[in-house]
């Protein structure tokens, strides 16, 4: 295993330091030994990058990489550019992987020439220390060689996958070949990226055993309880999801087939925006998130994107909540600026 990388691994890097050493301990420690470890420290302002570099002085299949803080797609990014893998995969700093993650995936993915090999998580509470399949196997057990499509409908249909890069390994050529990117800036990037591979991708395979250990915590992304304007802003993120998702089923739509799945993702993510409307306090706040739902034309996304009775239901009922919360002349002053954009 030890003749070529054959698999990348890509870490971003950001004031991790408590919790990174046991994550690279744990990477460290897999059966599967034939590992580039790129660390992209991005702009730490504690010890991490200290830590990073005695691994790497230790390690010589681990470099470390910096830039001025810009977030986990550039950091990602710059990984992608400078691996020099078979295949690629992403760690989060303060994570952990089981011992046969990498042997598992990497031999499913060689062994029957995949573009992407999958496995199952361990969510687990930092705090409390409760942990839960991602998963669950009553919902969906391993599979065969799918195509990347088939796959992310069955993926989608479980109502319990998530569009984290960490579960698998991909192909580094067709990343390369497609020239896809994280997007910068963009909270939850992973739901654009990996609908996006899995579009293109060919031959792709699942096993239900959890191999990675994902920590929430207090300042999880999607843990922290925004209200105000941080929450006005933090739901633009979604929005421009919605945006992006429709324009891949669009544009794909004459090369694949776009399962009902593919759509309802469109409106199941519009209807988290719907629920932040519910959950503000600020009446004015509010009014600010429901003329952006409006003039985005997520509006129109999440009602036109709806295959099923259930769904339809939801988005039907969200209709009514929405026009009758709407403040017409908020809405006239919103829809006469330029689009909202998100950086």
Not at 310 to 324: E, I
Request: hydrophobic share 40%; net charge positive.
């Amino acid at each position: 295993m030890n003749d070529s990388p054959k698999l990348s691994v890509i870490i971003p890097l950001y004031n991790a330091a408590e919790h990174f050493p046991a994550c690279m301990d744990s990477l460290l420690a897999q059966t599967w030994t034939a590992l580039e470890i790129i660390i992209v420290n991005d702009g730490s302002t504690d010890n991490s990058a200290e830590i990073a570099q005695a691994y790497a002085d230790a390690h010589p299949n681990i470099r470390v990489l910096h830039q001025a803080n810009a977030g986990a797609s550039v950091a990602r990014n710059r990984g992608l550019d400078v691996a020099t893998g078979e295949y690629v995969a992403f760690v989060d700093a303060d994570d952990l992987l089981y011992p046969r993650m990498y042997e598992t995936l990497m031999g499913m993915a060689l062994q029957d020439d995949l573009d992407v090999a999958q496995c199952n998580a361990d969510w687990s509470d930092r705090t409390s220390g409760h942990t839960w399949l991602s998963i669950p196997t009553d919902r969906l057990t391993s599979t065969g060689v799918l195509t990347g499509p088939e796959w992310l409908r069955k993926a989608l249909a479980t109502r319990r996958w998530t569009h984290v890069v960490w579960m698998g390994v991909y192909r580094l050529s067709l990343i390369r070949e497609l020239n896809l990117k994280f997007v910068p800036g963009l909270h939850h990037q992973d739901i654009v990226w990996t609908t996006e591979f899995m579009f293109n991708a060919r031959r792709a395979r699942y096993t239900q055993e959890a191999y990675y250990k994902y920590f929430l915590h207090n300042q999880s992304v999607s843990r922290l309880k925004r209200q105000g304007a941080k929450n006005a802003h933090y739901q633009r993120h979604y929005i421009k999801i919605t945006r992006l998702l429709d324009k891949l089923n669009n544009d794909f739509a004459a090369n694949i087939p776009i399962y009902p799945e593919f759509r309802e993702q469109v409106t199941r993510e519009a209807l988290r925006v719907c629920h932040a409307v519910r959950k503000e306090k600020d009446p004015d706040i509010k009014q600010v998130i429901i003329a952006d739902i409006f003039s985005s034309g997520m509006y129109k996304r999440m009602m036109k994107n709806v295959r099923s009775l259930k769904l339809g239901y939801q988005a039907v009922l969200w209709s009514y909540r929405l026009n009758s919360w709407r403040d017409k002349r908020i809405a006239a002053r919103r829809t006469a600026r330029r689009p909202i954009r998100v950086r």
